[in-house]
């Protein structure tokens, strides 16, 4: 063989051999290293190098939070009633070695551990205590599993009931139980409903009562306020008419003064004055014995009056 063909082949096996032994672990990777076979390290992110034939990479670990769901388990509570239920587990691994040398397969012991954690809570409750108290049994189940995993290199961060399925019979009763709840609140609320509208229409037909008699009682101050007007302006025409009267009087009296009548003036006003107040009303008048001269005289000047107009 030609002396170069076998330096070509040596340097291929050598570059083989060294690419072989550079490895680069990813972000949220890590690598268990055994050294004829025992453990030798944990590698994390970055490049690294092994001994050939020496270093074996045993176990590739994902650091990240990761998620398994497991199938319904059979499960009975206190009561007797027995239902199934199906759990999810958040777990991340946080120690590599343990991981790899803590339990063969991490993930059906988690599975086991699960449900005989979840069989054991719940025999201790109720058909109605299981149903109400998802976040007890979780945070239960979690601390539980927590403590449980951790030799193991995981930790258990939340534990989810994805779903409670109890038995036909009892899905038939819980279901009739609860038309029955949402008939009663329905009829609740329609009555409720009418006592409302009763109550809101009693004080509409009280709010209106008061409103009427609100406004009858301001029409009736406004009419006594106008009687009561009337009758002032009423009252002050009369005064006023009283004093104009009493104030022609006083007027004709200070005339007459001023006039110096004498006696038989006088004596004639009166008579006129008691013709006025007859008005061919009085059937009776009894005048003085002057007066009467007077109209004795008054009748003589009427009689030689109409002498001078026969002539």
């Given at each position: 063989m030609d002396p170069f063909v076998t330096l070509v082949i040596l340097l291929v096996i050598v570059l083989v051999i060294a690419s072989s032994c550079i490895k680069i672990v990813p972000q949220a990777q890590a690598f268990v290293i055994e050294r004829l076979g025992g453990y030798q390290a944990t590698?994390?992110?970055?490049?690294?190098?092994?001994?050939?034939?020496?270093?074996?990479i045993a176990k590739r670990v994902i650091l990240k939070e990761q998620v398994v769901d497991f199938?319904?388990?059979?499960?009975?509570?206190?009561?007797?009633?027995?239902?199934?239920?199906?759990?999810?587990?958040?777990?991340?691994?946080t120690d590599p070695k343990l991981f790899a040398y803590g339990v063969e397969n991490p993930i059906m012991a988690i599975e086991n551990l699960t449900a005989t954690?979840?069989?054991?809570?719940?025999?201790?409750?109720?058909l109605d205590e299981t149903l109400t108290s998802?976040?007890?049994?979780?945070?239960?189940?979690?601390?539980?599993?927590?403590?449980?995993?951790d030799p193991w290199g995981i930790k258990v961060n939340r534990v989810e009931l994805k779903n409670i399925i109890p038995p036909a019979a009892?899905?038939?009763?819980?279901?009739?139980?609860?038309?029955?709840?949402?008939?009663?609140?329905?009829?609740?609320?329609?009555?409720?409903?009418?006592?409302?509208?009763?109550?809101?229409?009693?004080?509409?037909?009280?709010?209106?009562?008061?409103?009427?008699?609100?406004?009858?009682?301001?029409?009736?101050?406004?009419?006594?306020?106008?009687?009561?007007?009337?009758?002032?302006?009423?009252a002050e025409g009369q005064a006023?008419?009283?004093?104009?009267?009493?104030?022609?009087?006083?007027?004709?009296?200070?005339?007459?003064?001023?006039?110096?009548?004498?006696g038989q003036v006088i004596q004639l006003k009166s008579l006129e004055a008691f013709a006025k107040a007859a008005d061919g009303k009085a059937t009776k008048i009894i005048i003085p014995s002057e007066i009467q001269g007077m109209a004795g005289l008054v009748k003589s000047l009427a009689e030689v009056g109409a002498k001078d107009d026969a002539k």
């Open positions: 590698w994390g992110v970055g490049i690294h190098l092994k001994l050939p034939i020496i270093d074996n199938a319904p388990q059979p499960v009975i509570t206190k009561d007797n009633v027995t239902m199934r239920i199906d759990t999810v587990v958040f777990y991340q691994i954690t979840l069989r054991n809570i719940i025999g201790d409750l109720e998802r976040e007890t049994i979780n945070t239960k189940m979690r601390a539980s599993l927590d403590v449980a995993t009892i899905q038939d009763a819980m279901e009739k139980q609860m038309k029955a709840e949402r008939e009663r609140r329905e009829a609740i609320l329609i009555a409720e409903g009418e006592k409302k509208s009763t109550v809101l229409v009693a004080e509409g037909k009280k709010e209106s009562a008061i409103l009427e008699a609100e406004a009858e009682k301001e029409a009736a101050i406004l009419r006594a306020e106008a009687k009561k007007e009337a009758m002032i302006r009423e006023e008419a009283i004093l104009k009267v009493q104030q022609a009087n006083a007027e004709g009296i200070r005339f007459l003064n001023e006039a110096n009548p004498n």
